[in-house]
């Protein structure tokens, strides 16, 4: 009994003060007081630094922290945002305060001005080899070569029937599939290399190189196009059956899927062809190079879509190159540890 007396009139309590802590007005002097104190308790609450002599601090700091909260919104709603507040806002995007000290490290460009990328830093930044050939096809040779070939021709054709002359979608829709390979195959080498006890021969880090390129394409071309929901949704579903297709795949027959991903690489190269001529054309608008893409591949400032069509290109030829020779590393009968990984083949 005296036990449920305490709970009801600690709750009366804290219903009846409710609304006297958390909606109390405040002169603006004793809110900036109120609400470095109630920071600093409320800091010491949450590192476990709180004591029964701080009981009164916490309140008239919450009190006063509300007050402040309420001016800071009347002054928003007014449409006069304070300095202190508009300073306190920036801050805090900026800066992230964590326990554990893990240095966030300001980046900066050649030139001293500030890297404004996250994604990938300036280190990681490239300029694409254009005198690659782009013509080189692997001739289909063996049962597994042809059945390889024919499944990417197979897919070639839903894709025209669905994407048309949509080049900018397309190109979209490519790398959500195309950035899957190199980070299944990456995993499954990665989970040998420990269960064998033996290196990789760099081939883990040039797969995942792989993976991360094909994605940076889509962070680009997402700056120049916007899928509709449809097209959103259709990349849950394929990327979802693609993965787990080649997931399978590669543990099966790593030359298979390697093969696989050659010749989708082919297509891949041929779809920014037709849509290099569709920018000469003018069907499609050559607009400005997006900022990430001119960062990324170190383009002129100059540049535009039609340039970086042409480096998102080379990349593609790169990673047929690499996907057929680890293919063919396989049909020799000898394992990619065996021959150095193309680390950086850009």
Known sequence: MMRQGGSRLAGSTAAALGARLFFHSATSGAS?????????????????????????SWIVGVRNLSAVAQQQQQQV????????V????????????????????KVVKKDGTEWRWTCFRPWEAYQADLSIDLNKHHVP??????????????????????????YGCRA???ETVAAVPGMVGGLLLHCKSLRRFEHSGGWIKALLEEAENERMHLMTFMEVSNPRWYERALVFTV?????NAYFLGYMISPKFAHRVVGYLEEEAIHSYTEFLKELDKGTIENVPAPAIAIDYWQLPANST???????????????????????????QGRELRESPAPVGYH
């Open 86 to 105: 508009t300073a306190e806002n920036a801050k805090e995007k900026k800066e992230i305060v964590s326990y554990w000290g893990v240095p966030s490290g």
């Open 141 to 166: 040779a063996t049962f597994m070569d042809k059945l390889a070939y024919w499944t990417v021709k197979s897919l070639r054709w839903p894709t025209d029937l669905f994407f048309q002359r949509r």
């Open 32 to 56: 900036a007081r109120g609400l470095a104190n109630g920071k600093s308790v409320l800091a010491g609450i949450m590192n476990g630094n709180a004591t029964s002599g701080s009981g009164k």
């Open 305 to 331: 879509l039609r340039d970086v069509v042409m480096v998102v290109r080379a990349d593609e030829a790169h990673h047929r190159d690499v996907n057929h020779f680890a293919s063919d590393i396989h049909y």
């Open 239 to 243: 990327q979802g059956v693609f993965f």
């Open 172 to 174: 979209m829709m490519l």
């Open 77 to 84: 709603e007014n449409g006069k945002p304070s300095v202190a």
